[in-house]
């Protein structure tokens, strides 16, 4: 079965950094695109970047994270990241991955998430 | 960026009643690519809906959506207990993903 489990999530200060990861099983990873979707506390979903499938050529920011967040990911490792530079206190959030679905540019399967929390 | 729209924001019904959730786009979305999620709390969101009205896999057949264009609606033809949740609505466009606010449905 497809299991998305994320990790890397923690307490950092205003400006710091944090690298999330994300492992997949059940699924042919590198055969699919994979995204970094984000809930504020409270709040509701927001689409934070994609990488497309095989060597990840085709990356894509939302535009409250670019030039701040760098996404990647090692097929060999079945493995999604996401780096986190200059965070803020609105970065934090449930980050959520999640692999796009084959039809529709949906999102099929999602993980558990993991909390990063921005504040001193 | 497309700008999509959720009404109600909340919707209160008894088991067993129809809902019906709105999602409006501020310029047309391409159907295929308009999507509906169920989130429960402390829960990860669930695809209900793809292509604007293609059910995922497992999903009950009293989901169905419908719509184009700049409109969408999620139906639920018989609310079951399980039901009560928040929707969200999502597209893409443009190299980017967009999800609407949420319309939670409890009840009543």
């Known amino acids: 079965q497809v299991q998305l489990v994320e990790s890397g999530g923690g307490l950092v200060n205003p400006g710091g950094s944090l690298r999330l990861s994300c492992a997949a099983s059940?699924?042919?990873?590198?055969?699919?695109?994979m995204s970094w979707i984000r809930q504020g506390p409270g709040k509701g979903l927001e689409w934070v970047s994609y990488i497309s499938s095989g060597s990840g050529s085709n990356i894509n920011y939302a535009d409250s994270v670019k030039g701040r967040f760098t996404i990647s990911r090692d097929n060999a490792k079945n493995s999604l990241y996401l780096q986190m530079n200059s965070l803020r206190a609105e970065d934090t959030a449930v980050y959520y991955c999640?692999?796009?679905?084959?039809?529709?540019?949906?999102?099929?399967?999602w993980g558990q998430g993991t909390l990063v929390t921005v504040s001193s | 960026e497309i700008v999509l729209t959720q009404s109600p924001g909340t919707l209160s019904l008894s088991p067993g009643e129809r809902a019906t959730l709105s999602c409006r786009a501020s310029?047309?979305?391409?159907?295929?690519?308009l999507s509906w999620y169920q989130q429960k709390p402390g829960q990860a969101p669930r695809l209900l809906i793809y292509?604007?009205?293609s059910r995922a896999t497992g999903i009950p057949d009293r989901f169905s959506g419908s719509g184009s264009g700049t409109d969408f609606t999620l139906t639920i033809s018989r609310l079951e207990p399980e039901d009560f949740a928040v929707y969200y609505c999502?597209?893409?466009?443009?190299?980017?993903?967009?999800f609407g606010p949420g319309t939670k449905v409890d009840i009543k």
């Open positions: 292509g604007a009205s």
């Open positions: 310029q047309s979305v391409t159907s295929s690519y």
């Open positions: 999502q597209q893409y466009g443009s190299s980017l993903f967009t």
């Open positions: 059940g699924f042919t990873f590198s055969d699919n695109y």
């Open positions: 999640a692999r796009r679905a084959a039809a529709g540019r949906a999102f099929d399967y």
